[in-house]
Structure formats: structure tokens, C-alpha cells
């Protein structure tokens, strides 16, 4: 049995995996880099080791590291997190050879399904609708106007290794065709070093739904359900709720028997995510799968009433899973929402700072994981998500109420966050009507973009407090101090002014 | 004690007609307050106001006269103008116009393309550089107009956070 | 429909209530009293009004000033949350007088269930099993020797008006009778005017079961299941449960059939509790009704999946409950942990103080309703009571090793409080076990008031870090203070030492 | 620098040997300990030793040398005997002995019961005074053996939180 786990991971996913192990009597390892090291995770583990300077690719990417301080410290697994090496078959396998457990699937279950080609071919092996497009790769112009022959415009080519966006072309008119081939196959090569690239059916206002599934040692694999995860800005998520709003439940129990597939057909063993591309007509078609905890497994955990990490830590520990498929139920409805220090009035670009303040939510329903506290710097390196707020109601009404309750009660000082921008995401007409697609952030930019009015009166109040308080410091102030003050501002008042942006 | 109070667009002039105690009596812009002003901790303030309760806390930013300014609704920021803070305007103004402004980087990241060049004129909101940063890509827009006077970084350079990038020249019309 | 809550209550309750009306969109006007200008309450209802001095009676018990504050802002409904009115007939009668939505029972049925002789004759009328022992009061020794004859010793003789343990008399044998039953008179007399006292059986190591029930005006009665409350100190719960460890799925459904009865028999409405008794053997007997929301009503909402304070507010809004009996399930396991302001060390004595610092709990599985926040003095004159720790866990077992650990990540500093407690009731045997009464707290005592044991390296960290901070204080410290220190701790040589106790 | 300090009955001896940044070396009581000792905030540090992680925290109490400290585990009162320390100490040892003690209500209550009698004598822990406060009675133990010179309060009466209700004269031997 796991006695001692090393977390190659930071920020709240550290923390959140760091509570469960505490809650198991686990013994827990944190590592850090230079920019890390007050941070929560080293903080609230119980051992931290050192792996290196503050970029990612001398740290948490750094595999020879992290085993290092897993040998040191005496680890008997590594919890990988989601990002960083939760998915590099290499880790996987190199924990395997080292005699470490990895939290984790098997290195040839992460290549088969990082590989999107091979992804494909093998869900299409498993009789998992795909979107309709190439079986393999295509190297010439012929080859892909027979395939959009078959399939129609618009088409997307795609590059197999690809990624974030690059090695992409969309294409509306046969005429693009050329250019465009040449151009991703161009642009896979120099990204990934790999020009295959495929080409698969355009789905116009998709929605993305993804599965969790579970599936242990001795072949039992179940699904606990879906997550709505069509809110998006710059491509990633920002809100995700569960159940989604335009879930049937012939649908769900179908999407899931094909989730349950998908995992089989790689032998897969762990927490894993099934993601699902779903049109308007809730036509349903495999994307990707994450081998690995996602973001936004808590409202998973609400509303099927499981702890996730826990589930990983068992199975890692080769035992059979106790949840049982027919036993799983959707007991209400939870949202997450990412809170990120961005600032969304600048195409939310990410925003380090210090966190001088907060203020979080507490009461009936909600839950907040989270990795900042007051005098905390926020790193400049790593992923701008600084706390999750996972919401539940009986109904999806209730849960939509007490999210904006939680949101208002939510503030964040110092580092420019997206707490407004969700408040407005929550109480927008197409979000509460729950009709909405992946382009929803950019239909609604002009109301998500406004500020909730505030009467004169309220305005007052916050002009009289700032008086005040600025009042009682003036008078508090020594004749030192205040010296200082008159000899400080003049340097302010230089020819060149330093914009920040 | 009477002072200006920036808030958003709105400067507004403040003043403290009397305190006993907890009870104030101020002025915002002629209209008076009668108010329950208490001190909780550190910045933080209940006020109640015709009965009507507000929890505000105030935040620093940057020394003693700008805060931030959070309400259960809303957050704000407020900057007090006292006599200094006018003087520091009135030059900044004068002076800013033949100034120079610089565009700096906010993230360490990576320069995806300089979109301008040594002595080219800008507008106000024209892109200047594209910065990849934490999976992302960012545009850095002039914010007046202007000519670009020199260009610090080249495209495919990695920059550091606060490394400058290009500087501007503004126009003095 | 209500549009706006006056809330006639204050702490942690008051802050519960407010919030489930701001995700209802109901306004919310807070009342206070002197000592309460700067609580939580207050500042997070919107409106206040300032109901008289410190002392109860003189604000949060002053009928007058209270409904003069409803009237002024224009409330249409009145919360009384628990202890101070909300079981007071009077009120819940005034209210209706005025016009006043009042958020709970009729005064009829407060009143025949404050009566412990109507509401044991009642009960018995409506088949509900009591204790046995006398229907009606009793005036002679010869009544009393007469019942003991056909229950048994040992007896508790008990003042009909009677709370708080005054007008009780424990009698284990008959010669015992004549000098009780005057002792117990006497003192009821003295305490509530009225000398009327009845027998009960006395249940020795008793469980303390209680069901939550809602009740709507269109007699629909439905029960939440259980809560156990058997962990106790000086009379007063200190940690709750649901399910209970000790209940079968028989015995569940039967005291649930007979918490609906009992609210039945007196036309219930609104939310409330039905306290039984419980021997060893699962006989069960009513003990008393509550007739108001629980400080434990969260774990019911934890496990069963509802907003009690939402559910009242639509009774009292005059709709149908919208829930069924029949698809009403208790979902995992919760664990409510009662934190006060007082001293375990010294008979739980109330420590009043002002809090300097805070950590709360936060992740998956928890749930905190608070009223304090740092810097705030909590007052002398009310309950110790300063914030509750709600924990799921998706069986006992997680529940506990969940509690323990948010009871360790839980601090607060500046006031002594009992979280030192509570982890240690959590982690020892009997209660791990399930196995344990209302004497809990008594029987295992010496296993309650032990430290968590420390190794030396722990101490010496502890004693650097105090050392490292006083040195730094010395270092910063300008010599002015230095100079205000050497004056000071003069001061403090004086003959007389002032024990604080 | 070398302070004692005091942690429960223990009394240890703490010296500084070596800072650099957050590399310190301290001695207590002659062990050393080579420590990663970052302060975050307010009283707040995240200290690393041998690769165990501490957090800690202080929480001033009374002024400069005496600290609440809580570790995840435990919760400390922590004091810095310094040589003022000491010598406050040392004359309060000399005098205490033949002082008094008074006994204070902690909150405000009603004296249900005055146990002891003006000129009797009490032992240690022997309850001297029983208040009701928040619907709990509350027993009022004498610290040390002694003889009761003063009792200012009675049964029934009303007492202030701070009010002095019974002195305790102690014994000299």
C-alpha cells in the first residue's frame, strides 16, 4: 500500500491532491522551484524537496529531478497532477523502471491516445463515433478532396501531434485546399517535428462534453457522468457545470457506454476524461481523451459524490473499484468557475502580482480549492489559475442563485482577477437559459464586458471610506513619515513614464 | 478637512462637517451623509448609512492615496487629490506630451512579431509587438498617438518580465 | 411572496439565514444590539437597525423593538433563527398581529409542544411512544410511589415548564421520593412560576436521536431523516451526525413515521425537530419538539441535499413542499463540529476574547458557517457559539478521517476555543467506533484532554521561529519603542498578580 | 544573539550562529539546526528543515515576547526570556510568595454560591466561588493554599466581567 506520495505538481492541484493524501494518513512530498518556494503546496505538504530554477522546463518538466526527490525522500509513488508530466508517456514509463508508482495510466495508454491519428484509428477500431474525416494521415491535395467529397465543407486538417491551436487550417472553399495543406504541414513540422496532419468534418457551434471515467486494474471501467465545458475564452475553460443543460438521458447513457469504450480499447487504468465534441442535433463525436485529472473534477466529485484522488490512489494501489456503474447517481447540479488572475478587459492577458487581499466564500454549497493567500506573489511562470469555485444546488436553478451569491462574496486584491467577468458569465441570459456553445464568450462580449451599476449613493460611500481612512492616516503619520511622503513624490514626476500594460 | 476624491471619471469634493465618535457627518459634492462609520480591522469598514449597511474595504495601492476599493458589489479605484497630487498633475500633464512612453513587457515570454519599425508613426490602439507568454498570445497597442523611436527586441528573442520593448515618441500636437 | 427578511437573531445563524435570502433575491435587514454594531451580521446584511443595549433581554429578546425595526424597514417576514424568540408564542403571534410573515409555527403549536405535560399527553394521544410515567402532573408522594411501582426506578421527576436542567430531581431509590418531588417543586416554582412536575422513566446511557421534518399549509408532513446528538458536554451538543451509527433501516423509517405524527398531532408548519430518546436496545421515546431550525440542521442539508432555510421560506411564502418522502435519500455521511469560544481545560467556561487570527478549512467535503473574522471581539453576553464545521465523507469512515483533517488545518487564535477538542473526540476510539451515549464526554475524559504528542525537532521549530521573530521586532523597533518597552515591563513588577481564571 | 525561551516547562537556550538570506543556523539547547526559514506574511513562516516542511505561525500576545504559535499539528504558547524577562521574574518569584491573589469574574454572571468564609483557610484547587453566565455554572478554584482576606461579592448578586470577588491572602511557607 502507497505510505508516502511525492505531488510533481504545484499550485491548487497540489494542495487539493495533498488534503486527500492527508485524509488517507498518506505521508506527502511537495517539490518546488526557485519562483516556488512559498508557495501553498510547499507550505502544506509534509517533506519539500528542491528541483530546480523557475521556468517549468527546469522543474516540473524535469523528470531526472523530480525521481531524484522521489528516491531521496523515500516516495512509493508520484502523483502527477494534470499539465507539467501528467501526460509524457516517458515519465510514466521511467517511474515504472525506477520502481516508483505512478498515479497514472500506462505509458503505451498516454502515446496511443496523445497521437491523434492513432487516437482516432483505434476509437474508430472501438466502434466510437469519430468526426467523420481521413482514417489516416493525407500527404496530397487529391487525397483531401476525395476526402471532402465524402464529408462536406467546412473542413478542419489537423496536425496528428498537434496542439494548442498550431498545425490547424479551416477550410471553407475547395480552393483553399492546397494552401492550406501546405501551410499546416508546414507549421506541424517546425511546432512538433512531425508534418502528418489529417483532415476531419468542421462542427459549426459545437458543444464540449467530456466524460469521467474510472477504470481499475481488473478491467472495470465506469463513467461518472458528463461535463459541460463549452465556455471558453482563448480556447481553455473557464466555467464547467455538470449536469449539462442539453444532456437527454438516452444520450447520456449512450455517450457513456462509448466513454467506457474508449478507455477499454487502451487497457486504460486510472482517472481519465473522454472528450466529446457535440453538435446542435447532439450528434456526438470522440476528441480527445486526458489521461489524467482534469480542472474540473470537483463538481464531478459534488454531484456523483466521490473523491477522485482518492479513486487514483486505489487503484494505483491495485485494488478493484467499489463503485458500481448502476449505482452511480447525478445528485443535483455543480458549476466550477476558474478564477485567474488575468485581466479580461485585455483579451485576459495573464496578470501576476501580489495578493494584498481576499475575502472567500463560505456557506451551504460551497466548496473552494485554491492556492493563494494574502502576501503571496503570484508566479509569473506557471498557469494564471489561482482558485476554483465549485458550486452545487438541488437543481441547476439553484446552483446558477448561489454561484452569483458565492462570486459577490468572492474578492481577490492585488492581482487583476476574472471574478467580475464569471458574476457576469452566470447572470447572462444565454448562460441561464443554458444555451450556449463554445462561442459563447465571444456572442456576449458586450454584456460580460459591462459593470453591475451602482447608484450614486453606493459610490459616495466608497469616496467618504477612502477619505477617511486616507484622513486617519494622515494624521497617524509621524512628521517622519510625512517627510518622507514629500520627498517621495517628486520622484514620480519624471519626463518618461513607464507604461504598463 | 476638505480634499478631491477621483473615482472612475468623477472627481468629487469631500469634506468632514463633524465627527463624535463613530458618527460622521460629511459632504460629497454638497450632498450631506449623516453616517455609522466603524472601523473593523485594517481597512476594513462597516458603514451604515439610512440604515442601509455597507461592508467597504480599502486596499492600498502604491502608497497612501490610491486604494482599491471593494463593496459587496463592486470594486473600485479610488485616488485622493491633495494639494501634491494636483502639483504632481499639473507637471506630469505639461510634461507628458513631448515625453516618451515605453512599451514594456508585463510576462516573460517570447516576441512572435514586431509589427512596426525605427521611425514609422503609430496611432493610439495600433498593435506594436506579439508576445507568446504562458501558452498565449498577447498584443501590446501604442497607447497615444505617435513615432516609434527606437524597437528593443527582435522577433524569436525571448524577453524578461518588465524588459523593454519599444519606445514612442508622442506626438506634441 | 416575500420580498424582504428581517432577521431577529445575530452570529453565525443570522449570516446562514442572510445567505440563503440572497440567492432567493431577498432583501435582508439585520437588527443589533450595542455589542453587536461590528458583527458579521451586520455588515454582511442590506440593512441594519440597532434594536437596544447588550443585554438580551433588552434587544434580541425586546418583542417591541423588534417589530418596530420590522415595520421601519418595511420587512414582510420575520427569520428568528434559534434560541432567543424563535420558541416564544408571544412573538410568533405578534408578528401575525402586525401583519408580519412570521417564518415558523403557529404560537398554538409552540406553545403545546413548550409545555412538556400537554405535549406528552398529546403525543401520547397521537400514538407516538413518550418515556413512561405519569400522563398528567403529579401533586403527592403517594401519585409518585404509585407510578414508580409500575415503571420502576430509577426515575426522573421533572418540572413540567422545565428546561436547563432546573426542576429535575434523579431518583434511584423510593425513600428518595418525598424529599425530590419537594426539592423539584420548589424549584420549578422558583425558576418558571409554575410548581408543576410528572415522572419519567430515567433511561440510563441514553442516545439523543432527532428527526428534522418540514411541514407546508396544505398538511403535507415530511421527515429528513435523522441526526445523532448524543455527543454532549454540559448538556450541550457539541458534535451531530447523520446518519446516526447505531440506526437500522427499520428502526428509521418507524421514529420517521413518529416524527411525522407528532407534528401532525399539533398542525405543524414550517421547519422542525422531533428529539427522541434511545436505549440501548433502540426503544425509543419522544423527549421534546423543537420548533425552529437546529444549530445541526447543515448536516441534514449535507446529506439530503436540501436548503432548509430556502424550504421554510416557501412554506411560509404558502407553497406546497415540493419534495416527496418517498424520494428523499440520505446520501453519504456528515458530521457537524460545533466550535466555541471557551475552555475545555476549565469546565468549557466561556473565553470571550478578541480573535487575532484565523485559518479555515477549505477543499473537498467542506462546509464552514462562521461570524467571526479577525480583529472582531466576540461578546461576553451571548452563546460561545463562533462557527460550525460541516464535513461529508461519502461513508462514516471518510467523514471522519475528513473532519480530522480540516480540524487540523482549522485555527483560531486570540480567544480560546475547544477545535483542540473536537479533533480529539473525532480520533478516539468510541466514538471511531460508533459506540457511544451522552456520556461520552465523561467517560473518556482523560483521552479528550491529551495532547497530540510532539517530538523534540517539532518544539525546537516552534522555539526558533518565536526567537527569529523576536529578533527581528528587536532589530526593526525604533529607539523610541525600545524605550516605551523599558518603561512598560516595570509595570508589571507590582506586588498584587491578578489571577485570571 | 541568545535568548532563553520558554515553551510549556521547558526553558531552552536559542542562539543564532549563522544567517545568510534564509539559510540559518541555530543552536537550541546545543543542537543545531541548518534551516530554509522564509517568512511570508505577518507572523507567518515556511520554514524547511531536512526536507520537512514547517508551517508556522505567531500570534503576538501581549506585546513583544510572548506568542500564540500554531504548527498544523499543535498549537503553543511560546515566551521570550530575555534579561528583562528574568529580572521581572525574579522579583515577582520574591514577592509573589507573599502576596495575594484575586479571583475575577471572566464574564459577566450572576454568584450562585460564595464557598468560603473571611479569614478561612483554602487549599489549592478548593472551589471558592460558583457564577452562572450563559446559562452554565461556572466553578471558581483557589491557585494556592492560602486564607481568604477579602470577599466583595454575594450570593445572588450580579457581577461585571473583571469584577473582583474574592481575595486569597498566601501562605508564606
Tied chains: 1, 3.
Excluded at chain 1, 337 to 353: Q, S
Excluded at chain 2, 114 to 131: F, H, K, S
Excluded at chain 2, 138 to 157: D, T
Aim: net charge negative; proline share 4%; charged share 30%.
Amino acid at each position: 500500500m502507497i505510505k508516502k506520495v511525492l505531488v510533481a505538481n504545484r499550485g491548487e492541484i497540489a494542495v487539493r491532491i495533498i488534503r486527500s493524501c492527508r485524509e488517507m494518513g498518506i505521508t506527502t512530498v511537495a517539490v518546488y522551484s526557485d519562483a516556488d518556494r512559498k508557495s501553498m503546496h510547499v507550505l502544506y505538504a509534509d517533506e519539500a524537496y528542491h528541483i530546480g530554477p523557475s521556468p517549468s522546463i527546469d522543474s516540473y518538466l524535469n523528470i531526472d529531478n523530480i525521481i531524484r526527490a522521489a528516491i531521496m525522500s523515500g516516495a512509493d509513488a508520484i502523483h502527477p497532477g494534470y499539465g507539467f508530466l501528467s501526460e509524457n508517456p516517458a515519465f510514466s514509463e521511467r517511474c515504472k523502471k525506477d520502481g516508483i508508482i505512478f498515479i497514472g495510466p500506462s505509458a503505451d495508454a498516454i502515446a496511443t491516445m496523445g497521437d491523434k491519428i492513432t487516437a482516432r484509428k483505434t476509437m474508430m477500431a472501438a466502434g466510437v463515433p469519430v468526426v467523420p474525416g481521413t482514417e489516416g494521415k493525407i500527404d496530397t491535395e487529391a487525397e483531401a478532396l476525395r476526402t471532402i467529397e465524402t464529408i462536406g465543407l467546412p473542413v478542419m486538417i489537423k496536425a496528428s501531434a498537434g496542439g494548442g491551436g498550431k498545425g490547424m487550417r479551416l477550410v471553407h472553399n475547395p480552393k483553399e485546399v492546397k494552401s492550406a495543406l501546405r501551410a499546416a504541414r508546414s507549421e506541424a513540422k517546425t511546432a512538433f517535428g512531425d508534418d502528418s496532419v489529417f483532415i476531419e468534418k468542421y462542427i459549426e457551434s459545437p458543444h464540449h462534453i467530456e466524460y469521467q471515467i474510472l477504470a481499475d486494474s481488473f478491467g472495470n471501467v465506469i463513467h461518472l457522468f458528463e461535463r459541460e465545458c463549452s465556455v471558453q475564452r482563448r480556447h481553455q475553460k473557464i466555467i464547467e457545470e455538470t449536469p449539462s443543460p442539453i444532456m437527454t438521458p438516452e444520450k447520456r447513457q449512450k455517450m457513456g457506454e462509448d466513454a467506457i469504450a474508449a478507455a477499454k480499447a487502451v487497457n486504460y487504468q486510472g482517472a481519465g476524461t473522454i472528450e466529446f465534441i457535440v453538435d446542435k442535433d447532439l450528434n456526438y463525436y470522440f476528441l480527445e481523451m486526458n489521461t489524467r485529472l482534469q480542472v474540473e473534477h470537483p463538481i464531478t466529485e459534488r454531484v456523483v459524490g466521490v473523491d477522485l484522488v482518492k479513486e487514483q490512489i486505489h487503484i494505483a494501489n491495485g485494488l478493484p473499484l467499489k463503485l458500481q456503474q448502476e449505482k452511480l447517481k447525478q445528485n443535483g447540479h455543480a458549476i466550477e468557475c476558474r478564477v485567474y488572475a488575468e485581466d479580461p478587459e485585455n483579451n485576459f492577458m495573464p496578470a501576476p502580482g501580489k495578493v494584498t487581499h481576499i475575502d472567500i466564500p463560505y456557506g451551504v454549497g460551497v466548496r473552494v480549492d485554491g492556492s493563494i493567500y494574502e502576501g503571496r506573489e503570484v508566479p509569473i511562470y506557471y498557469d494564471p489559475l489561482i482558485a476554483k469555485l465549485i458550486v452545487w444546488g438541488k437543481d441547476r436553478h439553484e446552483a446558477l442563485e448561489r454561484t452569483t451569491r458565492a462570486l459577490k462574496e468572492f474578492k481577490i486584491t492585488g492581482v487583476k482577477n476574472n471574478l467580475k467577468f464569471l458574476e457576469r458569465i452566470i447572470i447572462s441570459k444565454d448562460f441561464v437559459d443554458g444555451n450556449y456553445t463554445t462561442h459563447f464568450v465571444d456572442e456576449n462580449k458586450d454584456f460580460l464586458m459591462k459593470e453591475e451599476p451602482c447608484d450614486q449613493n453606493c459610490e459616495d460611500i466608497v469616496i467618504i471610506t477612502a477619505f477617511m481612512e486616507y484622513l486617519q492616516k494622515i494624521e497617524k503619520a509621524s512628521p517622519k513619515e510625512m517627510t518622507a511622503l514629500k520627498n517621495n513624490w517628486k520622484d514620480y514626476s519624471r519626463v518618461r513614464s513607464v507604461l504598463k500594460l | 478637512m476638505s480634499y478631491e476624491v477621483k473615482l472612475k471619471d468623477r472627481i468629487a469634493r469631500v469634506e468632514l462637517l463633524s465627527r463624535q465618535g463613530d458618527q460622521l457627518l460629511v459632504a460629497v459634492d454638497g450632498k450631506e451623509y449623516a453616517l455609522d462609520f466603524a472601523p473593523l480591522n485594517k481597512g476594513s469598514y462597516s458603514i451604515i448609512h439610512n440604515n442601509k449597511s455597507y461592508n467597504v474595504e480599502l486596499i492600498p495601492v502604491n502608497g497612501v492615496k490610491k486604494y482599491n476599493v471593494n463593496t459587496f458589489k463592486n470594486t473600485y479605484e479610488v485616488e485622493i487629490i491633495d494639494a501634491e497630487a494636483k502639483y504632481l498633475a499639473n507637471r506630469l500633464k505639461g510634461q507628458e506630451d513631448e515625453g516618451e512612453s515605453i512599451i514594456t513587457a508585463p510576462i516573460p515570454g517570447k516576441v512572435v512579431k514586431v509589427l512596426v519599425e525605427q521611425g514609422e508613426e503609430v496611432e493610439a490602439g495600433q498593435t506594436v509587438v506579439i508576445i507568446a507568454a504562458m501558452k498565449m498570445e498577447s498584443e501590446f497597442k501604442a497607447a497615444r498617438s505617435g513615432v516609434v523611436s527606437e524597437i528593443k527586441v527582435k522577433e524569436g528573442q525571448s524577453v524578461e518580465a518588465r524588459q523593454e520593448m519599444v519606445v514612442i515618441e508622442y506626438s506634441t500636437d
